[in-house]
């Protein structure tokens, strides 16, 4: 039989002096048992176990519904259709996929410490995981370029950041990270060949070369960190400078001013785009610098750090609520329903909605 027994011995006593012992089995459980290479499964508390997968099921569930509202408020009203919330769009599709797909396997494959799905669902996780990922890393550089243009040189604006270019731009977006996933997934599979990799039946990882490990550090980490870093150092430098000049010719009448009230909402978008970037780069830096080291790495620390990404894709709503005007009052039609009524969308929600 499989499963190693020991036994545990107990004294137990009562009455005057009876004495008498008990024997308790405590067998190892395995994710397969009827398959001699499978995996051990870890022990988990009934209580814990409950609780987790609550928690977990609350915390999904929360993501999908605060990115559909987003999701519902730039698709529906036709005046967000703007090329800085097309890429909010796309951030946010990125963002509930997370938590619809990403949040529940992930959480399963954690708590039951198995993976019961097989090797082609697993591939498909591995792959579906990673766009997401780095999907999101993707969109955070296009916002920075588009605030870049923006606050740098708001006069090129317009023509240089259109409609047209920026849903081109998510599209190649989307589809390099895609082809860099699948590119990832067949090396790492054709590396476990090569190097006969012993896995055990119930376990869905990866084991990449150094070469894929060494290029994917620098094209997936240090060069679009550094873009967006250099670019949002770059935004506040502009944006504080602004704030001078339009300080000191305040009172040089209503162009100034009219130009003043622009520059101010380009660098309140800024700003807030700049706090998404931030709480994003905060949890996607220790994570990734962290998954290069590997297998030196604590489980427990990177299981911290990836759930960190994953609740990252539930702030960026929060964010929007306390900075976007637009937001609040969309979501206030939304679920008042008068995003219903007849050419809902065509309505103005910044003058037709207190």
Known sequence: MKGQKGEQIKLLTGGDSLMAYETED?????CFPDINSSCVKGKRSSHGYNITYLFVSLLSAWTVFLNLLVIISISHFKKLHTPTNMIILSLAVNDLLIGLIVMPVDAVKLIETCWYFGDTLCDLYMIIMGLLLSASLSNLILIAVDRYVAVCHP????????MTKTLISIFICWFVCLTNNIAFLVSSRHFDVLQKTNMCHGQCTLIVSFSWTFTDLFLSFLVPCT??????LRIFYVAYQQ????????????????????????????????IVVTVYLLCYIPY???????????????????WSLYINSCLNPLIYALFYRWFKISVKCILTLKILEPASSLLDIFKDYP
Not at 26 to 30: I, L, V
Not at 288 to 306: A, E, Q, R
Request: charged content about 15%.
């Open 243 to 274: 704030v001078k000049v339009i300080n000191s010719i305040i009172k040089g009448g209503k162009c100034a001013m009219d130009g003043s009230v622009k520059r101010k909402s380009e660098r309140k978008a800024a700003l807030t785009l700049g």
């Open 288 to 306: 990734y610098m962290l998954s290069v080291i590997g297998t030196t790495v604590i489980s427990s620390t990177m299981t911290f750090l990836i």
């Open 227 to 232: 873009l967006i870093i250099t670019l949002y």
């Open 26 to 30: 405590q067998e190892t459980q395995y």
């Open 155 to 162: 006069l090129l604006y317009p023509q240089k950041i259109t």
